[in-house]
């Protein structure tokens, strides 16, 4: 993150190819905060749909579910 949402992104995306953190409930949920940052709020809740799947702990899944509700209600 020193060198911004955009970089880390990257990082993240490279990680992604290594498929012994296919099922790491953690990068898809890093992934769909920085892509919140860059404003990019589909992308965002695929990832963090994605994260929530992955999770089996009843307290990551309500605040990813929490984080997945506010990007999908409209601004007031």
Do not use: C, H, I, W
């Not at 890093?30 to 009843?58: C, F, I, P, W």
């Amino acid at each position: 993150m020193a060198q911004g949402p955009a970089v880390a992104l990257a990082q993240v995306e490279a990680l992604e190819q290594d498929s012994r953190l296919s099922g790491y409930q953690y990068l898809p949920a890093v992934k769909a905060d920085l892509l919140q940052r860059l404003g990019r709020r589909e992308e965002a809740s695929a990832a963090y749909r994605r994260a929530r799947e992955l999770t089996r702990n009843e307290a990551e899944r309500a605040f990813l579910t929490a984080r997945l509700t506010e990007r999908e209600t409209p601004p007031a």
